[in-house]
């Protein structure tokens, strides 16, 4: 069945919605996990191009994928973690090519208009460019 799975993280309440979900999956297929968060800051976003510092929030990002992903092997799950940076639909559909990635799965958190309307959503993006199975969960609201 499944292989190898990207998980996409948002350093945020969100993500416990897709690990909850996802954990059954792993357990029955045994597929490794790549863990993901794009930071697509300023600093993120021109990294490379002007040789910039890494950002607190860049540190931020990489602790909690560790966090994360260290939780998850003290379950028993084989786990890597990947921090990208830069366009998030970009990003998320280049490391899972990549990574040999056989499902996207990510958190959602439902229709935001305006916000969707300007900038379009990252689910909706990858959805349209994914050549692999996306796996979509909505977040429960507070």
């Known amino acids: 069945m499944y292989q190898n799975i990207l998980i996409t993280l948002e ?64 379950e028993g799950f084989l786990v890597e973690t990947k921090l990208a940076l830069g366009d998030p639909p970009a990003e998320i559909l280049k490391v899972a090519r990549s990574g040999h990635c056989d499902l996207i799965a990510m958190a959602g958190h439902g229709h935001r208009f305006f916000g969707d309307l300007f900038h379009g959503s990252t689910i909706t993006q990858v959805r349209h460019d994914a050549d692999i199975p996306l796996l979509v969960v909505r977040a429960r609201k507070k």
């Open 11 to 74: 350093n945020s309440a969100t993500d416990q919605a897709i690990l909850d979900h996802i954990k059954p999956l792993l357990r029955l297929t045994g597929a490794k996990v790549l863990l993901l968060h794009v930071a697509d800051g300023w600093v993120a976003r021109n990294f490379h191009q002007f040789k910039l510092a890494e950002s607190d929030e860049m540190r931020d990002d990489l602790a909690y994928l560790e966090l994360v992903a260290t939780g998850l092997r003290s």
